[in-house]
């Protein structure tokens, strides 16, 4: 590649030719603020805090936009660059809610951090402020437009992400506002509520539906039997909510956290990821051995499934019809754990820990109550659980190690990946080839479907029988996938689509990075990384080796896809329509 | 009644020439503004029905659709009167008082700055620079344009169009 060398701040540095100016800094190490930048995904140039000097430029330019080029002297630290950042930044406060102490994002505020960084100590334009305007008619995403600074952050997120494409900048001027069509809520239009807006915001203009008041008063009220579940991709980022690093595995310091929160049984939803499997791959031989509809796809991940009935209705019988990990957990502890344990299942409230967004909205889907009773009371994300943690005056990172209470709590490293893309997919494979051929696999490491690319592919030989699966992650990716499937371009057996960048490490219930942090490490990789090695820790790594789901099924469902299964743990789907009436 | 179904037959027949004008533009991302100015020519306006029409033909979200017919005041999202009346508020025509003569109007037709009149005559709209700032302040109705304006001068203006 052709390299250019430039100055900066009188420091000479060598970077490709395609480099903008804010990349050839980061290589070295010179740190110019930024505010609507979010590395790969939006680089507009639009906020302007990022502006520098260019020795024989006039005005001063924005350096997430501007390509270097060979001799170029550039000045990041000049008093008319601090000036213009100050007014910049001041401006943008103007108009900004400051009710920074009560804000979700305080302290994880970029805004925040850059008013403190450069200075800020009062804001000298007192001006007009927008008209708040809040939208929390959806049970997953709260938008509050009064903290809104207008990077475009979650657009671009939206929009080249994640394929949906539902909140725009509209109007103009002052009067701007990222909203969708006609100044719907985004429970109107076809949000798939995976809160991926939320993972780019940098500040508090996007929010989680905040659920842990009902959990509090469940753990309040002594009628109650208060039971938790927890997703795989939990153990690998609840630690960075408590100073741990990116990824830091936290698997055995979860159950004794939610134990000091006071639930009374701590359980994991790897057990129902474990079940997930034993159905799902039943499933697939039964479709791929009696001529069923194929590709079949998966159904763990209620954004994609949300996607699905909006905008791939025709695909909707491809759809497994197992529920998610979740509400089988659910269905089964007010069923089959009442039973054992002979609690009234109207008294029990099932609480889901879930790096997800739409498991909110998943879980007061109404079609999800085949027990009798709602499966998920309430589905709380990584951050909801971190603040009731701080709120409780627990550490994370200060606990003792602990395990999971029997039976929902026992599981396998199959269920653990299920938190990374590729996962559900090496699961299900794991599980299916020795299911039909009877013999133990020798490599348990499907390593074909696993990382950060957004569409994997890969043939499996089966006994003979060669089956063609596809991974993808990340809505815009999933697209590609289900066009291919559409034009009958492809030849898939098997599909997995998870809805988040990464799958469920990725989501928009997990600890939220900054534009740094992101641009540092790909935390897809990292917290993916943690995922597999909680696998490779674990004694059992197969799901249909998993004791509790084998006692499971003996004593309470018989077999995998029978009508007790088929009536608890399987579920249809709605069309939805693609664009709303006004 | 009656003129609620003949109305309703109206817009059919318009959306029914949409679709015919949207034809040429099928799949074509960029022919966004163009197509949006032909169907605003078509039915008069860009209600949610022509909209979602535009995302489909050129495979693009209704939201980008929304977001770019807000942010040009050219468009339409309700029906217009039979005279339009555009006040410039470009930089020109605000410094010499452009809105004074928008509150006249607004005092005068009764209604506020993007509504129409009841009797569906007058609309009144805000835009940016019409290109005659040496007129300034102006205002357009329909095609035709006044300058030098003073509010004074709104009462005498809008009575051509009795």
Redesign the interface.
């Known amino acids: 590649m052709e390299m250019v060398t430039l100055t900066i701040d009188g420091q000479k540095v060598e970077v490709p030719k395609d480099s903008t100016v804010l990349e050839a800094a980061h290589k070295a190490n010179i740190r110019i603020p930024t505010l609507c930048f979010l590395k790969g995904i939006n680089e507009i140039g639009a906020c302007r805090m990022c502006v520098v000097e260019v020795k024989g430029g006039k005005a001063l330019q924005a350096a997430c936009v501007l390509p270097v080029s060979e001799g170029m002297e550039v000045i990041t630290n000049s008093p008319a660059v601090r000036e213009s950042r100050k007014v910049t930044l001041e401006l943008l406060l103007s108009d900004h809610n400051l009710e920074c102490p009560t804000c979700v994002r305080n302290l994880n505020c970029e805004l925040q951090k850059l008013s403190e960084e450069l200075g800020i100590k009062s804001i000298r334009y007192p001006g007009e402020k927008h008209a708040p305007r809040y939208d929390d008619f959806s049970p997953s995403i709260v938008r509050d437009a009064s903290k809104c600074i207008l990077c475009r952050r979650c657009v671009s997120a939206c929009?080249k992400v994640q394929g949906v494409?539902?909140?725009?900048?509209?109007?103009?001027g002052f009067n701007t506002v990222i909203a969708?069509?006609?100044d719907l809520s985004l429970a109107e239009?076809a949000c798939v509520n995976c809160g991926q807006c939320i993972m780019a915001c940098p500040v508090g203009a996007l929010k989680e539906k905040d659920d842990t008041d009902r959990v509090w008063q469940a753990l309040a009220d002594p009628e109650k039997h208060v039971i938790v579940q927890t997703a795989p991709a939990i153990r690998v980022s609840l630690g960075e909510e408590f100073g741990e690093g990116m990824g830091a595995i936290v698997t055995k310091k979860l159950p004794a956290a939610l134990r000091r929160l006071g639930f009374d049984k701590v359980f994991d939803t790897d057990f129902s990821a474990d079940l997930t499997i034993m159905e799902e791959g039943s499933e697939f031989l039964e479709r791929l051995q009696h001529g069923g509809k194929l590709p079949l796809i998966t159904s763990c991940s209620p954004g994609w499934i949300k996607f699905c009935e909006h905008y791939y209705p025709e695909l909707l019988d491809n759809l497994s019809t197992c529920k998610s990990p979740q509400q089988m957990f659910g269905a089964v502890a007010k069923t089959y754990y009442a039973e054992k344990m002979g609690i009234d299942p109207s008294k029990i409230f099932v609480v889901s820990i879930m790096p997800c967004t739409a498991k909110k909205f998943e879980a007061q889907r109404p079609e999800m109550n085949s027990s009798g009773y709602q499966d998920v009371d309430v589905a709380l994300t990584t951050r909801e659980l971190s603040r009731m943690l701080k709120e409780a005056g627990i550490d994370l990172s200060k606990l003792p190690d602990e395990e999971f209470d029997d039976p929902l709590g026992i599981s396998t490293g199959a269920a653990a990946i299920f938190g990374a893309t590729g996962g559900v997919m090496e699961a299900a494979l794991r599980t299916v080839y020795e299911v039909v051929t009877g013999k133990e696999l020798q490599n348990i490491d499907f390593t074909e479907v696993r990382g950060v690319e957004g569409i994997k592919e890969a043939t499996i030989d089966i006994d003979g029988t060669k089956v063609n699966v596809a991974v993808a992650h990340g809505l815009a990716n999933a697209r590609k996938v289900l066009d291919r499937v559409k034009n009958g371009e492809a030849n898939y057996h098997f599909i997995e689509i998870m809805c988040c960048p990464g799958g469920c490490v990725g989501g928009g219930g997990q600890p939220i990075l900054n534009a740094e942090e992101r641009w540092a490490k790909d935390y897809r990789e990292v917290r993916g990384n943690a995922i597999y090695e909680v696998d490779r820790s674990m004694k059992l790594r197969k799901s249909h080796e998993n004791p509790a789901v084998q006692t499971l099924y003996k004593e309470f469902l018989g077999k995998p896809l029978s009508e007790k299964s088929h009536h608890l743990l399987h579920t249809h789907y709605t069309k939805r329509p693609?664009?709303?009436?006004? | 009644m009656e003129t609620a179904v003949k109305k309703d037959a109206e817009l059919e027949e318009k959306l029914q020439k949409v679709d015919e004008m949207l034809e040429k533009y099928k799949g074509q991302k960029g022919a966004l503004l163009q197509a949006l100015q032909e169907a605003q020519g078509i039915v008069g306006y860009l209600p949610?029905e022509v909209?979602?029409k535009v995302?489909a033909a050129l495979n693009i979200?209704?939201?980008?659709?929304?977001?770019t017919i807000?942010?040009?005041?050219f468009f339409n999202l309700k029906p217009r009167g039979k005279y339009q009346i555009r006040v410039c508020l470009g930089t020109a025509c605000y410094v010499r008082g452009a809105n004074k003569v928008l509150d006249r109007l607004e005092k005068e037709l009764g209604v506020k700055v993007g509504d129409t009149t009841d009797d569906a005559k007058f609309s009144l709209d805000a835009c940016r620079c019409v290109g005659a700032c040496g007129l300034a302040p102006t205002i357009i109705i329909n095609d035709e344009v006044y300058g030098r304006l003073t509010p004074d001068k709104v009462p005498e203006i809008l009575k051509k169009y009795e």
């Not at chain 1, 494409?165 to 103009?172: D, E, L, M, W, Y």
């Not at chain 2, 807000?70 to 005041?73: A, R």
């Open positions: 929009h494409g539902v909140i725009s900048p509209n109007h103009r969708p069509v006609f239009v693609l664009y709303p009436e006004v | 949610l909209q979602k995302a979200t209704l939201s980008e659709v929304y977001s807000t942010f040009y005041s």
